[in-house]
T-cell receptor
């Protein structure tokens, strides 16, 4: 079953704008991760946030985690055309080795 | 450094034919290994994962099976492919631990005709 659900499903913005994607999940977790997928390619790990962390930054990426609401958000600041891709959140249900992925957000950044 | 190899990149197979997709990892020992399937424009569905040689956990009952004959080799198989087996198959590995990321292969685009 799907653990995570991202919204929006699709997002189209202008270059230079910020992009925010949200992820909700169902069970308790050890950590939550965000991945990026360019069309027809494998996934690339972007950032991992532990369950005891609330916010994490990496370059133009900012991730927040609210375990009480079982939700996370990914913010990409000053977006570029090269950021066009699908973005997925993944969670590891506590006590398992499984990564469960959400349905993804397709981001399109217009030059 | 660790690398993951997945092949072939694309595959077109007739209905009823067998399937064998291979994934190997280099530069690490005793990795956790995963097979995912992605339908067009959709999220990733976990098919199988393995925490050790010969240890396979199946997530979804289906026409596929997985095997791990060696520590760093993970094989996805089918005896008879169905049209519904078409999709993008991704292999991934991770190390065991409380915080870990998964590293993905480049995927295999399977089209069953």
């Amino acid at each position: 079953s799907q653990q995570g659900e991202e919204d929006p499903q699709a997002l189209s913005i202008q270059e230079g704008e910020n992009a925010t994607m949200n992820c909700s999940y169902k069970t308790s977790i050890n950590n939550l991760q965000w991945y990026r997928q360019n069309s027809g390619r494998g996934l690339v790990h972007l950032i991992l946030i532990r369950s005891n962390e609330r916010e994490k930054h990496s370059g133009r990426l900012r991730v927040t985690l609210d375990t009480s609401k079982k939700s996370s958000s990914l913010l990409i600041t000053a977006s570029r055309a090269a950021d066009t891709a699908s973005y997925f959140c993944a969670t590891d249900a506590s006590g398992t080795y499984k990564y469960i992925f959400g349905t993804g957000t397709r981001l399109k950044v217009l030059a | 450094s660790q690398t993951i190899h997945q092949w072939p990149a694309t595959l077109v197979q007739p209905v009823g034919s067998p399937l064998s997709l291979e994934c190997t990892v280099e530069g690490t020992s005793n990795p956790n290994l995963y097979w995912y399937r992605q339908a067009a424009g959709r999220g990733l569905q976990l098919l199988f994962y393995s925490v050790g040689i010969g240890q396979i956990s199946s997530e979804v009952p289906q026409n596929l099976s997985a095997s791990r004959p060696q520590d760093r080799q993970f094989i996805l198989s089918s005896k008879k492919l169905l049209l519904s087996d078409s999709g993008f198959y991704l292999c991934a590995w991770s190390v065991t631990g409380p915080t870990f990321e998964a590293f993905f292969g480049q995927g295999t685009r399977l089209t069953v005709v």
